[in-house]
T-cell receptor, first 113, second 111 residues
């Protein structure tokens, strides 16, 4: 299965600031996915990122709050903008390689103070 | 839309006990089904999967069978160990490749 490097692994940020999370995959993939896992909760899909096009956001998530870049087939970033304590979560990227299932990065644990 | 309903936890067991975590789904088509595991302080790992009806996924002593007639994908293990303590997530994916997750079940195995 694909190997995903995600960074930072954790961060503590001041409210009102922004954090960019990076996700690097060891092979080319068409789609990359960004998820959020709020404390004690399940995972919720934020958006799907395809190379060469704008990300597709799920209901409740908007580009101004969670801008995503996908400059090539192995890399993506998710920015959490104008953060508030409610944004404190684990953010994970994921890819699907046919036949192997979905692989997740190790996650970014974000705390907003 | 697609949804996954998973047995609520937490579940506490003794070592060598039998574990079952129920999972049922709602989907418009024929989804692929997954069980993911999240060990304490770690990321999400794929435990097993099944892509069509009657398929059985298995890994690390865990099994789950894709039951189309009951829209279920229950996870089972015959003899759990302390190292199986984790949060288990049932999930499905349809043609749009997006994963829909259940709420997760926390399992604690006592020595």
């Amino acid at each position: 299965s694909a190997v995903i490097s995600q960074k930072p692994s954790r961060d503590i940020c001041q409210r009102g600031t922004s954090l960019t999370i990076q996700c690097q995959v060891d092979s080319q993939v068409t789609m990359m996915f960004w998820y959020r896992q709020q404390p004690g909760q399940s995972l919720t899909l934020i958006a799907t990122a395809n190379q060469g096009s704008e990300a597709t956001y799920e209901s409740g998530f908007v580009i101004d709050k969670f801008p995503i870049s996908r400059p090539n087939l192995t890399f993506s970033t998710l920015t959490v903008s104008n953060m508030s304590p409610e944004d404190s979560s684990i953010y994970l990227c994921s890819v699907d390689r046919s036949g192997y299932g979905y692989t997740f990065g190790s996650g970014t644990r974000l705390t907003v103070v | 839309g697609d949804s996954v309903t998973q047995m609520e936890g937490p579940v506490t067991l003794s070592e060598e006990a039998f574990l079952t975590i129920n999972c049922t789904y709602t989907a418009t088509g024929y989804p692929s089904l997954f069980w993911y595991v999240q060990y304490p302080g770690e990321g999400l790992q794929l435990l097993l999967k099944a892509t069509k009806a009657d398929d059985k996924g298995s890994n690390k002593g865990f099994e789950a069978t894709y039951r189309k007639e009951t829209t279920s994908f229950h996870l089972e293990k015959g003899s759990v160990q302390v190292s199986d303590s984790a949060v288990y997530f049932c999930a499905l994916s349809e043609q749009d490749y997006k994963l829909s997750f259940g709420a997760g079940t926390t399992v604690t195995v006592r020595a």
